[in-house]
């Protein structure tokens, strides 16, 4: 079966061009007392229509990406030769390992826990009466995912890892992934690439803009930060307090969209 990526989100050109300042210029004097970059963080989940797409995006932009791989043949290797036994259920959705894995509709846990093939996993049974399925979590599942509890659209469940294939523990068999899955009430299994790809390109579209502008206060920052520079003096104060108002600027726009786990 061909590749076939879903949307991709890249980090900003204007991240780009800040981070040339810094490679190029270093860090200014310690005695200059000026912020310093704010850590990695996850954007917020967007309810679209009392849905969210189940893996958090980063605010830095770094790449997140899935191919429609649902019917695709599933092999495993039984007395000395591989066999076919079945077909995959659900879509692989690849992010960096430890990415927030959140409930895409409002429902109750119906499983959790360690199986074989999936590793960690949390079962939910949505309101609308269908079977969400979310698996290869790392070990430490969020502490509201457990068998009976309610849980809203945009709850963690857990963190996006690799686990899976092998007795509990096992890890690092392949790329870090959410296999996302979708039953219907009736039993079967159904394919939910559309759903999630229009979750995900309307969560983009909303946040976009707020993105853009951390983007343009960072790169402000860094602009301010070089003409700032020079070897052996703390920059004026005057250039100190734009760079800090610019990076506070940020931080606020940051905060407005972060995830607090």
Known sequence: MAR????????SSLVGAAAVIIVALGPISP????????????????????KAFPVLLPIDGRWLNW??????????????????????????????????????????????????????RVGVRGDDGRYYFYAHLLRSLAPGAVVGARVSAGQALGHLGSSGYGPEGTSEE???????????????????????????????????????????????AEVLRSRAYLPGAPPPDALVSAVNGALAERDSLRSSIAWES
């Open 4 to 11: 076939v990526k879903g949307p991709l989100i890249r980090r």
């Open 67 to 120: 191919r429609d791989t649902y019917g695709a043949p599933r092999m495993r290797f039984e007395g000395g030769v591989w066999r076919q036994t079945g077909r995959h259920q659900g879509i692989d959705i690849y992010a960096e390992r430890g990415s927030p894995v959140v409930s895409i509709v409002p429902g109750t846990v119906e499983n959790a826990g360690w199986t074989f093939y999936s590793g960690w």
């Open 174 to 220: 392949f790329p870090p992934h959410l296999h996302f899955g979708l039953q219907e009430r009736t039993g079967s299994w159904a394919n939910p690439q559309q759903m999630l790809q229009e979750l995900y390109a309307t969560t983009v579209a909303r946040l976009e803009d707020t993105r853009r502008r951390i983007d343009e206060a960072g790169l402000r």
């Open 31 to 50: 005695a200059a007392s000026i912020q310093s970059e704010a850590g990695s963080a996850y954007m917020k989940p967007v309810l679209i229509e009392g």
